[in-house]
């Protein structure tokens, strides 16, 4: 491959607009728990209390940051997603029962979006808030009954708006995901190259390289769901570069979720990319042997963390590189109490980026096919493994935080159900009351005849055969049943 071609596509893939401004994202969240937390006081106190005006004057405040920055102020609810200007907010644990509270409330009210004027005055601010926050989740009452009653107290200049149809964000969102897809596949390519060029002598890939990593952490913040799934593409045969792909995107996700900055992300995303660099030097038929390795084979497998420290080191242009990645690459088969290798005869602390890498490292080799693992673990099967060597081989907080973030079914898990259905997991369940029930596509029938089923929220209500409400049973093989997880994605 050329890489001169290479180091072109980035640039093309950057025309694609990810909404990743970090500054927006944590402005969206601030408004929203202010407004959230407004809503509820409203729905208890009237206009006069000093609880209500207090909630009332920060919010208020911080709407007029937001119209300082923004010049717009806008929060709508569309497909069980919070979007604040426009800009999906993503939900995690603490957000999770909060932002709950403003769907279902916009939901049952019927209720899309409100988008307020710059103009607008304190009086009618603050009669907004108790009209919407008694009418939020009133059924009831319709839009137009809420708009009357707005009206009807001088509230002017702060707008409700039906749900769409369809939101402009996910008639994109295919566009998206093939624009995920392709940074995945063309970050393997490059990482081959620069793993085949044993001289590594090319300065401008390393630019390119960081650049790639920004669209995958991009990729990241806009759909997690989809970068993780796919994280089951397997490939035994190029087993090496796929592996190091799907470290990097189960890192920076795991790194997000963790609140790092967006360029941290990326130096986190380029550490797991080379993490494995390392094994350039070890002869093919070490990496692929099927049998028992021999005490000097597996030295020579124990020395690649060396090797890629060197390799790191020597690539020109290194200054655009994170100097963690050299730390991670001689790191990430240290344990968190210092097992593994390369033994040192000292106390030391590992680095937070090859903590990490070695969670999402021993994952991703746990639940591949490769010539000597043929049966690979299920991937719930290796979280629980990996469970047993928290505190020994992983740092507790990170893997729990790992786990999390995959769910007891994780995305792109199997799973049979209560009805005799086969379901594939689509996206996890953040609510911890919930974590059995994560969102599946039904793609088989009872009978075992294979179909394009409907999205199933097992959390809610799901009637199957007789009457059943739909559970997961256990998780399944796909291999087992000759299914490509993948492709449902």
Not at 40 to 59: G, M, P, S, T
Not at 128 to 150: H, M, Q, R, T, Y
Not at 259 to 284: Q, S, T, Y
Not at 408 to 427: D, F, H, K, Q, R
Request: proline share 4%; glycine share 6%.
């Amino acid at each position: 491959m050329n890489p001169d071609a290479t180091s072109d596509r980035p640039d093309k893939l950057s025309k694609v607009k990810f909404s990743t401004d970090r500054k927006a994202i944590e402005m969206g969240k601030k408004f929203l728990n202010t407004f959230i937390s407004s809503l509820k006081i409203a729905q208890i106190y009237d206009l006069n209390n000093d609880v209500f005006l207090e909630h009332a004057q920060a919010l208020n405040e911080t709407l007029r940051e937001i119209f300082r920055m923004e010049g717009e102020a806008s929060v709508e609810v569309a497909a069980n997603h919070i979007f604040f200007n426009g800009l999906r907010l993503p939900m995690d644990f603490a957000s999770y029962h909060a932002y709950h509270f403003l769907i279902d409330g916009f939901f049952k009210s019927k209720v899309g979006k409100v988008w307020f004027e710059n103009n607008f005055q304190e009086d009618e601010f603050k009669s907004f808030l108790v009209i919407f926050a008694k009418s939020l989740g009133d059924p009831s009452k319709k839009l137009s009954n809420i708009e009357n009653e707005l009206k009807a107290q001088g509230v002017v200049k702060i707008h409700l708006q039906e749900p769409q149809k369809e939101r402009d964000d996910f008639r994109k969102t295919s566009t998206l995901r093939k624009v995920g897809k392709q940074i995945y596949s063309k970050s393997i390519m490059l990482l081959e190259d620069i793993m085949g060029d044993h001289q590594l002598q090319q300065r401008a890939q390393t630019k390119v390289v960081r650049r790639l990593v920004q669209n995958i952490v991009d990729s990241v913040i806009y759909d997690e769901a989809y970068m993780l799934a796919l994280t089951n593409i397997k490939n035994h045969y190029d087993y090496t570069l796929n592996h190091s792909m799907n470290v990097c995107v189960l890192s920076t996700a795991l790194g997000y979720r963790l609140g790092m900055e967006r360029k941290r992300l990326a130096d986190l995303g380029i550490a797991a990319l080379f993490h494995d660099i390392g094994k350039v030097n070890v002869p093919a038929e070490i990496l692929i042997k099927p049998g028992t390795l021999s005490a000097e084979e597996y030295e020579a497998i124990k020395r690649h963390p060396y090797k890629g420290a060197e390799i790191l080191t020597s690539i020109k242009g290194f200054s655009k590189l994170p100097i963690r990645a050299i730390i991670v690459a001689l790191e990430h088969h240290l344990g968190e109490d210092l097992s593994g290798y390369p033994k040192i005869s000292f106390k030391k602390q590992i680095n937070l980026f090859s903590k990490i890498i070695t969670i999402t490292d021993v994952f991703d080799a746990m639940t591949t096919p490769r010539v000597y693992q043929k049966k690979p673990y299920k991937r719930g099967e290796a979280l629980g493994e990996m469970m047993k060597e928290s505190g020994k081989k992983f740092d507790p907080l990170l893997l729990k935080a790992f786990v999390s973030m995959l769910g007891l079914y994780p995305i792109g898990s199997l799973v049979l159900l209560n009805t005799g259905e086969l379901a594939v997991v689509l996206e996890t369940n953040q609510d911890p009351a919930y974590f059995k029930s994560p969102k599946v596509k039904l793609i088989t029938e009872k009978s075992g005849e294979k179909i394009d089923g409907p999205t199933i929220d097992l959390a809610s209500p799901s009637v199957g055969y007789a009457g059943l409400k739909r559970a997961i049973v256990k998780s399944v093989d796909a291999g087992k049943y000759g299914i490509d997880v993948t492709a449902y994605f």
